[in-house]
Nanobody
């Protein structure tokens, strides 16, 4: 079984910073892309940022220049450094990872339970 456990969410004032972490554990053979998505009340889940196994990154236009995604492959962990936070960044942030649990298996998507980020104005 594979688990993704997020941490680091909370309440912050506009202009402030937060760093989210997500650690993958369990029966893991390899991890391809890892990423962060978010969902605000009444909206669909949207991509925030992704990072490949070799460090190639992709960001939503709304967070470019403010958020930085990184990963530690030795720890199976992905991070999201968020700065210059805005009230519109308020959402539940979900970690995602494409994981293979044995050699030859097709990559499968796993999700964390979500962590709340609230930015006050």
């Amino acid at each position: 079984q594979v688990q993704l456990v997020e941490s680091g969410g909370g309440l912050v004032q506009a202009g402030g910073s937060l760093t989210l972490s997500c650690a993958a554990s369990g029966s893991i053979f390899s991890i391809d892309h890892m990423g962060w998505y978010r969902q605000a009340p009444g909206t669909e889940r949207e991509l925030v940022a992704t990072i490949s196994s070799v460090g190639a990154t992709n960001y939503a236009d709304s967070v470019k220049g403010r958020f930085t995604i990184s990963r530690d492959n030795a720890k199976n962990t992905v991070y999201l450094q968020m700065s210059s936070l805005k009230p519109e960044d308020t959402a539940v942030y979900y970690c995602n990872a494409n994981i293979r649990t044995y050699w030859g298996q097709k990559m499968r998507d796993y999700w964390g339970q979500g962590t709340q980020v609230t930015v006050s104005s």
